[in-house]
């Protein structure tokens, strides 16, 4: 669908409108068909729930996020379909209730995949239900019917925290996704000559050869010349069974004095949020800071689809706007893009040392790294 802001007008704002007005974030008793003042402040307010970028305008992503809203557990059966996965609070609703109940659903990311299957057969299975992988009435009745085994602590992000700490402080071996931001037509911010897509793919290359020479396995999403989506990217990290995923973009603004670094992992803004992810965050969010002198805009949960699709932990680093004269002349220096690579790579490090043998930040090195992975015997 089109993006729909204020001043718009027709069947959509419309079904936009009476959306919010069910969610009880617009009070509409003559239904319009304007995209008004009023609609504009609901339409904030609910991505500021949902961990989406708090525009006022309502793009695909905020469509999907609304659409899915309006969806409860009950409303409708759910099961897996492969071509066209089902989504909705009501998928959210099932997999959190299925992780209280002990049965791994993986994130509850709202969309009914594969994962989320297994562990409701095994849920029927056990309570003596039809193993079909639909949760429909009576499934629906046994699962409210049921105390929870694990209650608090959010299962799914424990399980996340005890891989991190299982995995070891060796970079060594870890296979890690590097996702340059934009590519092929789509160059993303483009100033004076200076594109998100190039700069970012130039980082991701420097933080590939780094972590190369660590011993570390590093995929690029992207080449030059192709764009895939984040539903794609998503895949391909899970496909390939990654440990990390770290997404590169740079920034803008309408104000050309925005600047400096922001960093953000998967979070609803509720108190749902990736421990991991917000750890790895902060470390990359300080190492950067500390190295270059950006200004530090912090780190952010947001409900992105790169950050919540994907079954392991993801980061996505903002990395400076290039509409601000400073940040752009900083990008377009490679010496400044290699002092970022090696303060990302630093970070994974210190997410790996869970705080052991660590250095204060800003003072590890490439060369620091390499002789630890020596003295642990995995390089040569």
């Given at each position: 669908m089109p993006l729909l802001r204020r001043g718009d007008f027709g069947p959509?704002?419309?079904?936009?409108?009476?959306?919010?007005?069910?969610?009880?974030?617009?009070?509409?008793?003559?239904?319009?068909?304007?995209?008004?003042?009023?609609?504009?402040?609901?339409?904030?307010?609910?991505?500021?729930?949902?961990g989406l970028i708090t525009d006022g305008v309502v793009g695909p992503a905020t469509y999907r996020a609304l659409r899915d809203a309006t969806y409860r557990l009950g409303d409708r059966p759910l099961a897996?379909?492969?071509?066209?996965?089902?989504?909705g609070d009501d998928v959210s609703a099932l997999q959190e209730r299925l992780l209280e109940l002990g049965y791994d659903a993986?994130?509850?990311?709202?969309?009914?995949?594969?994962?989320?299957?297994?562990?409701?057969?095994?849920?029927?299975?056990?309570?003596?239900?039809?193993?079909?992988?639909?949760c429909g009435p009576d499934t629906v009745r046994a699962l409210r019917q049921l105390q929870p085994k694990v209650r608090g602590g959010r299962p799914v992000f424990l399980r996340e925290?005890?891989?991190?700490?299982r995995a070891g402080p060796r970079l060594s071996g870890k296979r890690i996704i590097i996702d340059p931001g934009h590519g092929g037509d789509d160059r993303g911010v483009e100033v004076d000559g200076v594109s998100e897509a190039d700069v970012m793919l130039d980082l991701g290359r420097l933080l590939e050869g780094k972590m190369a020479a660590t011993g570390m396995e590093a995929l690029l999403t992207r080449g030059p010349n192709n764009?895939?989506?984040?539903?794609?990217?998503?895949?391909f990290a899970n496909e390939a069974g990654a440990d990390l995923i770290l997404s590169l973009h740079a920034d803008r603004n309408a104000s050309p004095l925005a600047s400096g670094v922001a960093t953000f992992h998967f979070g609803t803004g509720n108190g749902t949020s990736s421990t991991v992810g917000e750890a790895l965050a902060g470390f990359i969010q300080r190492e950067i800071v500390a190295r270059t002198g950006m200004l530090d805009c912090r780190t952010h949960p947001?409900?992105?689809?790169?950050?919540?699709?994907?079954?392991?932990?993801?980061?996505?680093?903002?990395?400076?706007?290039?509409?601000?004269?400073?940040?752009?002349?900083?990008?377009?220096?490679?010496?400044?893009?290699?002092?970022?690579?090696?303060?990302?790579?630093?970070?994974?490090?210190?997410l790996y040392l869970l705080g052991k043998d660590d250095q204060p930040t800003?003072?590890?090195?490439?060369?620091?790294?390499?002789?630890?992975?020596?003295?642990?015997?995995?390089?040569?």
């Open positions: 959509d704002v419309a079904e936009v409108r009476a959306t919010l007005t069910k969610l009880g974030l617009l009070s509409d008793p003559q239904p319009s068909q304007v995209f008004d003042l009023p609609v504009e402040h609901a339409v904030r307010a609910f991505q500021q729930r949902r897996f379909l492969m071509a066209q996965p089902v989504t993986g994130r509850a990311n709202g969309e009914f995949g594969h994962q989320t299957e297994l562990a409701l057969r095994s849920f029927q299975r056990d309570y003596g239900l039809i193993v079909d992988g639909m925290q005890e891989r991190v700490r764009n895939p989506d984040e539903g794609e990217r998503a895949r947001k409900t992105w689809d790169m950050l919540r699709m994907t079954r392991c932990t993801a980061v996505r680093v903002e990395v400076g706007y290039l509409t601000n004269d400073g940040d752009r002349q900083r990008l377009a220096n490679p010496s400044f893009r290699d002092v970022v690579a090696e303060g990302i790579l630093v970070a994974v490090k210190r800003g003072t590890f090195t490439l060369d620091d790294l390499l002789r630890h992975e020596v003295a642990t015997g995995k390089i040569r």
